[in-house]
């Protein structure tokens, strides 16, 4: 009987371990912030891991009333110079990339998913100080630092 007890409270032991581990996963947050320059409104918004402070997809939102850009002003323009950007972002692994022209704005969204992303195609529209998110941690931390310093204000 008492090596019973023993056997019951060592698979008790057990399971509350593994149940605790299982449920302390990377919990996953985001965090959104706003700047507003030249006309154009961008929003970052960033999801990362919080246990290991790692990035994992980082969303961008880009809205411009055609009246408000300085030296464009027009649908067509605007469409003349964000096109052939847009185009290169296409058909990379990881990245989605799209552009909504209405009538008066446009929306241009665009999402990394690091964790799914053909760094060697990437690479060559990200730049070359674009490091592999593979091999190299994208801090939260360091992310937020950064958009703080050019201007972009956390949105909560």
Known sequence: MKNLKRTLLAFAMLFVVVLTTACSGSK??????????????????????????????QTTINEGVYANIPNLKTKEAVKAVLDPIAEKYQGIKGIKESIDYQEDKFVETLEVDYENLDYEKAKTIMGESFQDPKKVKISMKKSEELVTQQGFKEQK
Request: charged share 30%.
């Open 28 to 57: 996953t947050a985001t965090k959104t912030f706003v700047r507003e320059n030249n006309g154009v409104k961008t929003t970052l918004t960033y999801t990362y891991n919080e246990s290991d402070d790692k990035v994992i997809k």
